[in-house]
């Protein structure tokens, strides 16, 4: 019984896990294959699932991770810490990634330290907005913001903008 109740939840939950991952790889393909992923790991981890519970947020977050992992496996360049660069690739392109690693490392190391810490946190480490709300005793839409405007000095420092 609670495989099947499970496994509704899978079916119904799939077009958004599919619009969630789609808006993070960008990619129709790519995103089929993150939802499949997805859908390995949920089933891997089922024990966790309460009947009755709401399934979206969980399966979201799950998916969120698959296509973030994704991303990492395609672009080949983790950053954990700013100072910290990670490249991987053909010996053409190390290159390049390495000089556009440097970018981004410089481009976070010139965030406000709130701002930076509030993006490292949720986008190079994974936790949500709540999360990191209760760990650092912030407002939740604090959080949000100073995720707001670290992303929006990045794409500045990246594009040449101004942010």
Known sequence: MGDSLFIQALA???SLMLKRARA???N???AEDVVQEALERAWRSRERFTPGAQAAPWLLKITQNAALSSLRRRNGVQIVNPDDVIVRGGP???VLRQEHA???AGAIRELAPKHRQAFMLHDVQGYSS???SMHLHLPYHTVRTHLHRARL???GALTGGES
């Open 12 to 14: 119904q939950h799939r």
């Open 24 to 26: 993070i790889v960008r």
């Open 28 to 30: 129709a393909n790519d």
């Open 92 to 94: 053409d392109s190390d």
């Open 102 to 104: 440097q970018r981004i």
């Open 130 to 132: 709540r999360e990191i």
């Open 153 to 155: 000095q990045l794409r």
